[in-house]
């Protein structure tokens, strides 16, 4: 809000009042921010848009300790801001080309993932990665789980981690998981050919308004989290393309079939 309506944190620092240090330290999320302040701000900075602003005071008030807090100096901070999106948010997509979708796998599949890491996590690095891969999935399973679309390319349902067992239990899983209304599996075949997207791994998530949307995307250097709106407009174009490339619900539940059929040699 502060950059768009051209102000330095100077500047606003002495609409509210204070500091630029203080603005700073908001901005940051190192100091608390009362619904009055919030809108305050909002009103320093010209933001108009009711719903947008009752959204951030709706995230203000008492700061409560999530469960991904108990991994703090155990896992990178990406991991635990990846976990504390995925809960906070009311709509999830994702997109998956040769790994299938971590709030999708079993810890045996998850444990095999994390054994291959560059450089080598030792066992309980990898333990701990596992456990927090699983507790991350508890949003599909509460009481108001969240709506969940994932695009997986077939090259993913083919990669055999940890054997012919562990990936029939895998892929079996992810049928399962089909079976609740709000999680959609959408396979790309190979039969599809080229498409946007084929080389990167993306997570949208929803926020309450589309301003407080964010993307994730996961590269070898760790989690990269993106929010401009240009940013977010792009993807949600290039997860809409690969959609449209994927095939219905109903078709990708019999192809990740047909896979499982196969594996067992049937």
């Not at 989690?223 to 078709?251: C, V």
Request: charged residues 25%.
């Amino acid at each position: 809000m502060r950059e768009r309506a051209g102000l330095s944190s100077t500047e606003a620092g002495r609409l509210l009042g204070t500091n630029q240090a203080q603005i700073s330290n908001i901005e940051a999320g190192r100091f608390g921010v009362s619904p009055d302040r919030m809108r305050t701000l909002a009103r320093n900075y010209s933001c108009c848009d009711e719903e947008l602003v009752n959204s951030l005071i709706d995230m203000t008030g008492e700061r409560r300790r999530g469960w991904w807090e108990e991994y703090r100096g155990i896992l990178p901070p990406g991991l635990l801001d990846l976990a504390e999106l995925e809960h906070h948010a009311t709509a999830l997509r994702s997109a998956y080309i040769a790994h299938l979708p971590g709030l999708l796998q079993t810890p045996e599949h998850a444990r095999e993932v994390f054994r291959q890491a560059v450089p080598s996590l030792s066992p309980p690095e990898v333990e701990h990665r596992v456990s927090h891969r699983i507790k991350r999935q508890a949003v599909l399973y509460r009481s108001d789980p969240i709506l969940y679309t994932a695009i997986i390319h077939e090259a993913a349902l083919h990669m055999r981690f940890g054997g012919p067992a562990a990936t029939i239990q895998q892929l079996q899983h992810i049928i399962e998981m089909t079976d609740h209304p709000h999680i959609a599996v959408l396979v790309i075949p190979f039969t599809a050919g080229s498409f946007p997207g084929s080389g990167q791994s993306i997570l949208y998530a929803a926020g309450p308004v589309i301003q407080l949307d964010t993307v994730h995307v996961d590269t070898e250097y760790g989690s990269e989290f993106l929010h401009a709106e240009a940013q977010l407009e792009r993807y949600r174009m290039l997860l809409d393309r690969m959609e449209a490339a994927a095939l219905p619900e109903d078709e990708s539940r019999d192809l990740i079939q047909d896979i499982i059929h196969a594996l067992k040699g049937e």
